[in-house]
T-cell receptor, first 117, second 112 residues
Framework: DAGITQSPRHKVTETGTPVTLRCHQT?????MYWYRQDPGHGLRLIHY???????DKGEVSDGYSVSRSKTEDFLLTLESATSSQTSVYFC????????????????FGPGTRLTVL | QKEVEQDPGPLSVPEGAIVSLNCTYS??????FMWYRQYSRKGPELLMY????GNKEDGRFTAQVDKSSKYISLFIRDSQPSDSATYLC????????????FGRGTQLTVWP
């Protein structure tokens, strides 16, 4: 999993409670991403970060916030969890291309399975 | 209409068969094309990464991109039971921070 860990790996929580998921990387990559994966929808981008304290919204950002205070950690917070946020959450990382104009691959962590009752 | 379309299958083939997996897309700005393999309850694993049109081969895997038709393919030769997984196509526009657009994945089973 390319030096990426996610915690917790499984969580069950109740509607209305706050939840924070953590992504930790040991690759010193600049870019980090949070996706959710749901049946029938595939992977969808929630938020991403292009550096410490630099973040932006993705496709499905409502109800989520993120923070990145260190290169290696990217946190995803559900301020008040809802049943529609039951999903599998994946963190991904990518590096700055070594050659201008070249692509840069995204590598994924093992995922966090979140159930909101 | 989703920007990336992928038949979810399921696809079931015997061991040794040639497997063809495909995606179509609508955005002509996509330049980078990827295939990920995802085993059950695991994270997606990058298999192939290609830029623009053409073929790329890596062992038993060949990725093809036809930008004129907005069509990409992944071929698996001599398929093995260990190839049983969900295969996700993905693509993006720019080279650095570009968001990935994923297909919904095709579930493949290779039976002995």
């Amino acid at each position: 999993d390319a030096g990426i860990t996610q915690s917790p790996r499984h969580k069950v929580t109740e509607t209305g409670t706050p939840v924070t998921l953590r992504c930790h990387q040991t690759e010193n990559h600049r870019y980090m991403y949070w996706y959710r994966q749901d049946p029938g929808h595939g992977l969808r981008l929630i938020h991403y970060s292009y550096g410490v304290k630099d973040t932006d919204k993705g496709e499905v950002s409502d109800g989520y916030s993120v923070s990145r205070s260190k290169t290696e950690d990217f946190l995803l917070t559900l301020e008040s969890a809802t049943s529609s946020q039951t999903s599998v959450y994946f963190c991904a990382i990518s590096s700055v291309p070594r050659v201008p104009g070249a692509g840069n691959e995204q590598f994924f962590g093992p995922g966090t399975r979140l159930t909101v009752l | 209409q989703k920007e990336v379309e992928q038949d979810p299958g399921p696809l079931s083939v015997p061991e040794g068969a040639i497997v063809s997996l495909n995606c179509t897309y609508s955005n002509s700005a996509f330049q980078y094309f990827m295939w990920y393999r995802q085993y059950s309850r695991k994270g997606p694993e990058l298999l192939m990464y290609t830029y623009s049109s053409g073929n790329k081969e890596d062992g038993r895997f060949t990725a093809q991109v036809d930008k004129s038709s907005k069509y990409i393919s992944l071929f698996i030769r001599d398929s093995q039971p260990s190839d049983s997984a969900t295969y996700l196509c993905a693509m993006k526009r720019g080279s650095t921070l570009g968001r990935l657009y994923f297909g919904r994945g095709t579930q493949l089973t290779v039976w002995p």
